[in-house]
Each structure stands twice: as C-alpha cells, then as structure tokens.
C-alpha cells in the first residue's frame, strides 16, 4: 500500500519541484530576504499553474487565475486578527 501511494507522489509532487528547478530557475536565486524569495517562488508556481491551466477550458482557468491572484493579494498583505 504504501509503496503504491510513494510511486504516486513520486510521479505528481516531486515532478513539480523538478519542473521548477529545471524550467523556471528555481535552483537559486539573486534576491535577498525571506520575503522576496517568498514572493518569486509564488509567481513561479503560479506562472506553472497557467500554463497548466492553459490547457483546461476557458471557465476553469479563469476561476484558477482568480484563486491566485486572491492568494497573492493575501500573502502580500497578511492580516492577523
């Protein structure tokens, strides 16, 4: 059971992480700060995300990208009540 559930990760999550590393330049980086590195992995994995969403149809992108850009309105200005 769970070396099905490995094999299944393996192939979804991790492709993910290498897809970054090796297409968008995400084995380093020229900024500093915790904030701005924060802030272009988000960019980076939204840009995969459209282009991924890119290729479903047109009602679910447009609610994908509007997920994302709330998501990134809240990491930029996180509120704390």
Excluded: C
Aim: charged share 30%.
């Amino acid at each position: 059971m769970n070396k099905n559930i490995y094999a299944k990760r393996k192939e979804t999550i991790e492709r993910i992480f290498a897809d970054a590393k090796e297409k968008h330049g995400m084995r380093w980086t020229k900024l500093r700060g915790l904030k701005k590195v924060s802030m272009q992995a988000i960019l980076t994995f939204v840009a995969m995300n459209l282009k991924k969403a890119s290729k479903l149809d047109m009602e679910r992108t447009m609610s994908s990208v509007r997920q994302l850009i709330d998501f990134i309105k809240i990491s930029e200005n996180p509120t704390f009540t």
